[in-house]
């Protein structure tokens, strides 16, 4: 390019940046300044495709996968009489005690499978609205070093045990490209109330290979969820990427079995009230009757100890006639509540300093394994005493 001087430049008035910094008279003394002003590194990471041969599926835990899938759509569509419930903790933080978890899980579930069919609930990403700790995915060591591609590795050698446990899982998909890593260990895909509005999520379910669902809005909007699911199960078209890891337009067709989660805003949403309300506008729309209730977050205004006394209101409504009610979640872990319910403080980063007490929760209170166990045994007998039907 040619001198400042000889060039034409386009007629800006530079009300004296001029004498504040050095405008450059060349094509790449400008461009120098176009790109990656606030960029540090790039670090190049796996892709799907290298984690998933690294970390491999196997018969066992594909099978659970594949029977958990079909499960959900066959209590979906009501041949199933049983009902859904999903417990795990808030955000897993520790793998040792989600795996201790899932176990005491699955042997619960091999006792009131015959009402009952119990999913572990494994949430990987937290959609931070402020400072703080990202979840297992994104920030494995929680020391702020974000070791993503270690994140995803732990993700999916968790899933691959939890699923040979024969325990099938949910978890929240955060990014658009969360499924392609750790997908095919998923029976049941959710998004979350703070992303539900995402026209890339919305077009992302509909092409996922498992049952999803979408959560209301924070501040408790049902009509945003019911959108998701309207575009959801239609065919779609969005920009993401192949299991190699190369850029893709990807062509969806559809997801037939989506529905909503009431998961309550400033105030509960588990009432008849506000079920009656999400059905109409299902209604309206044509959609599936398939409502699940979140026990915990709005509707416990986030106090655990609340949680169990939702669910038992849930499972009365259900065995009243509210058959659109098929799935309730639970955030449960180890032990009660979480470091701030007991006053231990959690700095993040995570000093080594910290206290780490196994099986309590790092993020919200979750309900002690006692206690969930408890709690779904007595609605169990609840069940069995008001001749529920059982499946053999």
């Not at 009509?223 to 969005?238: E, L, Y």
């Not at 190369?246 to 037939?256: F, L, S, V, Y």
């Not at 109409?280 to 599936?288: S, T, Y």
């Not at 007991?342 to 196994?358: C, G, H, K, S, V």
Request: aromatic share 8%; hydrophobic share 35%; proline share 5%.
């Amino acid at each position: 390019m040619s001198s400042k001087k000889s060039m034409k430049w386009p007629k800006i008035n530079l009300g004296g940046l001029d004498e504040e910094m050095k405008i450059p008279t060349s094509l790449r003394g400008l461009v120098a300044l176009l790109e990656d002003r606030n960029i540090d590194e790039y670090n190049v990471r796996m892709t799907p495709e290298e984690l998933r041969q690294k970390v491999k599926m196997t018969p066992k835990a594909a099978y659970t996968v594949v029977v958990g899938r079909e499960i959900v759509k066959r209590i979906m569509d009501g041949k199933d009489p049983r009902i859904i419930i999903e417990a795990g903790p808030c955000s897993i933080d520790d793998v040792k005690a989600a795996y201790e978890f899932a176990k005491r899980l699955k042997r619960l579930s091999d006792k009131v499978d015959d009402v009952f069919f119990i999913m572990m609930r494994a949430y990987f990403e937290k959609p931070r609205t402020n400072i703080g700790w990202r979840g297992l995915i994104e920030d494995p060591r929680m020391d702020g070093s974000d070791k993503v591609d270690l994140g995803f590795e732990l993700a999916r050698k968790l899933l691959r045990r939890i699923n040979e446990l024969g325990l099938p899982t949910i978890t929240e998909y955060l990014h658009t490209e969360t499924p392609q890593y750790i997908g095919d260990f998923i029976s049941r895909g959710v998004i979350g109330a703070r992303t539900v509005t995402s026209c890339n999520h919305r077009k992302m379910m509909s092409g996922i290979s498992c049952p999803g669902g979408f959560k209301n809005t924070v501040d408790g909007q049902i009509s945003p969820a019911v959108d998701a699911v309207r575009v959801a199960g239609m065919k779609n078209t969005f920009r993401g990427e192949d299991y190699k890891g190369r850029k893709a337009k990807i062509h969806t067709r559809g997801n037939e079995y989506v529905n909503i989660n009431l998961r309550g805003g400033a105030g509960p949403n588990l009432n008849p009230e506000s079920i009656d309300e999400a059905l109409a506008l299902l209604d309206k729309h044509g959609l599936r009757r398939n409502i699940e209730i979140d026990c915990s977050h709005g509707n416990s205004s986030k106090d655990y100890r609340r949680q169990m006394g939702n669910l038992s209101y849930v499972m009365d409504q259900r065995r009243g006639g509210r058959s659109e009610i098929f799935a309730a979640m639970i955030e449960a872990y180890l032990m009660d509540g979480s470091y701030s319910d007991n006053d231990i403080a959690l700095p993040y980063p995570i000093r080594e300093d910290t206290p780490r007490i196994f099986g309590l929760s790092k993020t919200d209170g979750c309900v002690g394994f006692d206690a969930f166990e408890s709690g779904v045994m007595l609605e169990y007998e609840k069940f069995k005493q008001a001749g529920w039907p059982r499946v053999k």
